[in-house]
């Protein structure tokens, strides 16, 4: 795989043609409420360009599945209910999961890291030390996994339901937001194992029993990983 082109794909994907084939459509959108006001040439114009748009990023993802089709870690993630090419491309394409020899360097570095206690939050005039695109991406993974009724929902549902009880000043979106950050967080932890092992790479055992407080040991296999 050519992650150079993968990347910027991915950058003209996310960055130009779904942004403007989005803000295109907003527009048409408004149109349509009568919240704007547009003549129909206009309207016709916009049209024809958010057509365009919706083409082109088609076009895109048809060549970045290609492009990824036979990228091993690619195949072993979308074997996952919820996870399509695209999604798996846009997280695969920000990790250099040599780099990250550890399960916590990529949580930190997606941004699901804990700082003394605490979620990692940007502060003001600082740089930010975790990758927002791909925390972004990470959280769209865990939307999928709740729409779809992924395997990985039952980590959702059953941190849900510790929040309800244990946690009962929180509002319900800070349960369901700490519920998305522990399914997110096991996903990660699947992906840097399995990703790891194919690359031949070391991984440390126990990691999410130690890290997440599991019980028991959690396989990607319970959630539909292949057999490696």
Known sequence: MDET???ALIDLRDRTLQKSRVAFGNRLSAVERGADEMGQGSQDLLTRWNDRFQFLEDELDK?????????????????VKGIGPILAAKVISMVDIREADTVSALWRYAGYAVIDGQRERPTKGEKLLYNARLKTSCYLVGSSFLKSNSPYRRVYD???EYYAANRPD??????????MRKMIKVWLSHLWEV?????????????????????????PQEFGWPEL
Request: no cysteine; net charge neutral; charged share 30%.
């Open 5 to 7: 082109l993968l990347r």
């Open 63 to 79: 060549d970045i599945e290609s492009l990824v089709e036979d990228v091993d870690i690619i195949r072993y993630a979308v074997a």
């Open 170 to 179: 929180w509002t319900k979106g800070h349960q369901h937001n700490a519920a």
């Open 158 to 160: 059953s941190a849900r």
């Open 195 to 219: 990703w790891r092992k194919l690359e031949g790479l070391p991984v440390r055992d126990l990691y999410s029993q130690d890290k997440l407080g599991h019980n028991h040991y959690m396989s």
